[in-house]
């Protein structure tokens, strides 16, 4: 089954897809090392789950090719 949606979010550097979504919060500037989920649905509880801070949304993989 294929995965169909990360979580990103924006910095200076451009985007940073988190990598972990449990403990502590690791991002990456590779698109290959984010965590994958496997609905949008369930990226979207992920991103809402962080600080404010991060300003994360969660899009569908499909689209990182296309970035």
Not at 20 to 27: K, N, P, Q, S, V
Not at 45 to 53: D, E, M, Q, S
């Amino acid at each position: 089954m294929a995965f169909a949606a990360v979580v990103a979010r924006t910095s200076q550097n451009g985007l940073e897809y988190l990598v972990r979504e449990t403990g502590r919060d690791e991002w990456a500037v590779s698109a290959q090392a984010a965590a994958r989920f496997q609905n949008l649905r369930e990226a979207t509880r992920a991103a809402l789950r962080l600080p404010g801070r991060f300003r994360a949304f969660a899009f569908p993989a499909d689209s990182i090719a296309e970035l």
